[in-house]
């Protein structure tokens, strides 16, 4: 099943012991997100990683990937809107981003690609307050075979 409307979700948990009776179950898949070179150009500015092979499209056309791709680290930062796609927590108070597991990037994405996350909940245990849980999110490229990014993303929830 996938979410057809942006905000609109596929899994809606009604507190934390629904998620805890949740893990380890596929949770669904996100909409389509294009990235185009502006969003690059935003990333790359921001974080001062500059490096041709994202911002300068004619040195890159010449280059490896045909075109420029989109930084490894601005995928990761979007696996957390295109997971919001897929699921929410009703009857907490807040969520916080604890840190990433497992990172990789097996493919450049190509600036100009429309993008997907399918999402796993993975361990979830009790702290303090709530729970931590993993996400893993694969997130794949329109028409690719491989993804451009793997990710297990670890955030407390807390009520």
């Not at 097996?106 to 245990?125: F, K, M, Q, Y």
């Not at 491989?146 to 993303?153: G, H, Q, R």
Request: hydrophobic share 45%; net charge negative; charged share 20%.
């Amino acid at each position: 099943m996938q979410a057809s409307i942006p905000g609109d979700v596929v899994r809606v948990f009604e507190g934390l012991d629904a998620v805890r009776q949740a893990k380890g179950e596929h949770l669904g898949v996100s909409d389509w997100m294009f990235i185009d070179q502006e969003r690059v150009n935003e990333f790359a500015n921001a974080t001062q990683d500059l490096q041709w092979i994202h911002v300068d499209a004619e040195r890159a056309a010449a280059g490896p990937y045909g075109g420029t791709i989109v930084h490894g680290f601005l995928t990761l930062a979007l696996c957390i809107p295109l997971y919001k796609q897929v699921f929410r927590i009703e009857g907490i108070r807040m969520g916080l981003n604890y840190g990433v597991g497992k990172v990789r990037f097996p493919s450049p994405l190509r600036v100009g690609t429309r993008i997907r996350a399918d999402v796993t909940l993975g361990d979830v245990v009790n702290v303090d307050g709530g729970v931590q849980m993993v996400v893993s999110a694969r997130v794949e490229p329109e028409g690719g075979d491989k993804p451009v990014c793997v990710a297990d993303l670890i955030s407390r929830q807390y009520i």
